[in-house]
């Protein structure tokens, strides 16, 4: 390469080849000159966009400058394109033309997915917490149709990563591969049974071995609560009943057809009418669990999706 030809490809006055953006103006840029085209007017151009004159000026100087043209002449009559100004000017129209057009595409984008909301949530977060933060949300978003999908802490995982869901709700002691996570509430587990149960008459707290070896009325593997459990104790005897409801898991329980672990959230009701009895418990870690909103990593809620993590969090 000679001397002439590095120094042409290394002048600072050039854009970098290769590089659109450097080379063609902002759309800023060119829907002043369209303004200025159809007012023949700087000033009114600048009003018009809602900028001072002089910034006006400078945003054609510096276009002027990038493409290497001059645009416009100037003059205490008024401004007024020159002969490249306006063959500019028209290119520009039609590239400010097709900005409009990928604009109302994008916002078209936008209001559907903003028209609705695909929720999965674990059960007890289902049940219990869900109702009052969508009851929030249709207050914030009356035109959003939002849609539940209620399973166990792994069935959530799989809907979001499968792209069933804008949004989950899991009850595990981790987060799920592929997945995001921020917590939003924090629960615990206690020991219930029916009044009938032979443990509510026991003098002692029970023992963590004893619950531990008891065919107990659980959740199905899965499902947070049991993978809370299983840790905490180190394992589980064979349950007594498998369900795949807390609300089931919660009646069974009433019955008196065994003991169970269950959410603090969920049994309120059943311990305030004494239907079902808390038995205390000894010799194990606190059975508490972080109660997590979930995402595909590296995607960050938008929308609807946004503004109910926004009302879990006020929550």
């Given at each position: 390469m000679s001397s002439k030809e590095r120094s042409e490809s290394t002048d600072p006055t050039q854009p970098p080849p290769g590089m659109l953006a450097h080379r063609?103006?902002?759309?800023?840029?060119?829907?002043l000159l369209l303004a200025v085209a159809r007012l023949g007017s700087l000033g009114a151009a600048a009003r018009e966009l809602g900028i001072t004159q002089p910034a006006a000026s400078s945003r054609i100087r510096s276009m002027e400058r990038q493409l290497g043209l001059a645009l416009v002449d100037r003059s205490p009559r008024g401004s007024r394109l020159t002969a490249t100004g306006a063959l500019v000017t028209d290119w520009a129209r039609r590239?400010?033309?097709?900005?409009?057009?990928?604009?109302?595409?994008?916002?078209?984008l936008r209001d559907r997915r903003d028209s609705r909301l695909r929720v999965a949530a674990s059960m007890t977060i289902a049940e219990y917490l869900l109702p009052r933060w969508l009851i929030a949300l249709r207050a914030a978003r009356p035109d959003t149709a939002v849609s539940l999908l209620a399973g166990n802490s792994a069935a959530v995982a799989e809907r979001l990563l499968a792209g069933e869901a804008d949004l989950g709700f899991v009850e595990g002691l981790s987060v799920p591969a592929g997945l995001d996570a921020t917590v939003i509430a924090h629960d615990h587990l206690i020991v219930v049974a029916a009044p009938s149960h032979p443990w509510v008459r026991r003098r002692r707290p029970l023992a963590a071995e004893e619950l531990a070896a008891t065919p107990l009325i659980l959740r199905e593997e899965g499902s947070g609560t049991r993978?809370?459990?299983?840790?905490?104790?180190?394992?589980l005897a064979r349950p007594l009943i498998e369900l795949s409801s807390t609300t089931a898991v919660k009646a069974a329980a009433v019955s008196g057809a065994g003991p169970s672990v269950l959410s603090e959230l969920a049994v309120g009701e059943e311990l305030s009418a004494r239907r079902l009895v808390r038995i205390p418990l000894e010799g194990a870690p606190p059975l508490a669990r972080d109660?997590?909103?979930?995402w595909p990593s590296g995607h960050l809620p938008v929308g609807p999706a946004r503004d109910l993590l926004g009302l879990t969090r006020s929550a």
């Amino acid at each position: 390469m000679s001397s002439k030809e590095r120094s042409e490809s290394t002048d600072p006055t050039q854009p970098p080849p290769g590089m659109l953006a450097h080379r063609v103006p902002d759309l800023g840029a060119l829907e002043l000159l369209l303004a200025v085209a159809r007012l023949g007017s700087l000033g009114a151009a600048a009003r018009e966009l809602g900028i001072t004159q002089p910034a006006a000026s400078s945003r054609i100087r510096s276009m002027e400058r990038q493409l290497g043209l001059a645009l416009v002449d100037r003059s205490p009559r008024g401004s007024r394109l020159t002969a490249t100004g306006a063959l500019v000017t028209d290119w520009a129209r039609r590239v400010v033309e097709a900005a409009e057009e990928f604009d109302a595409g994008a916002q078209a984008l936008r209001d559907r997915r903003d028209s609705r909301l695909r929720v999965a949530a674990s059960m007890t977060i289902a049940e219990y917490l869900l109702p009052r933060w969508l009851i929030a949300l249709r207050a914030a978003r009356p035109d959003t149709a939002v849609s539940l999908l209620a399973g166990n802490s792994a069935a959530v995982a799989e809907r979001l990563l499968a792209g069933e869901a804008d949004l989950g709700f899991v009850e595990g002691l981790s987060v799920p591969a592929g997945l995001d996570a921020t917590v939003i509430a924090h629960d615990h587990l206690i020991v219930v049974a029916a009044p009938s149960h032979p443990w509510v008459r026991r003098r002692r707290p029970l023992a963590a071995e004893e619950l531990a070896a008891t065919p107990l009325i659980l959740r199905e593997e899965g499902s947070g609560t049991r993978q809370v459990l299983d840790a905490a104790l180190g394992g589980l005897a064979r349950p007594l009943i498998e369900l795949s409801s807390t609300t089931a898991v919660k009646a069974a329980a009433v019955s008196g057809a065994g003991p169970s672990v269950l959410s603090e959230l969920a049994v309120g009701e059943e311990l305030s009418a004494r239907r079902l009895v808390r038995i205390p418990l000894e010799g194990a870690p606190p059975l508490a669990r972080d109660l997590r909103a979930v995402w595909p990593s590296g995607h960050l809620p938008v929308g609807p999706a946004r503004d109910l993590l926004g009302l879990t969090r006020s929550a």
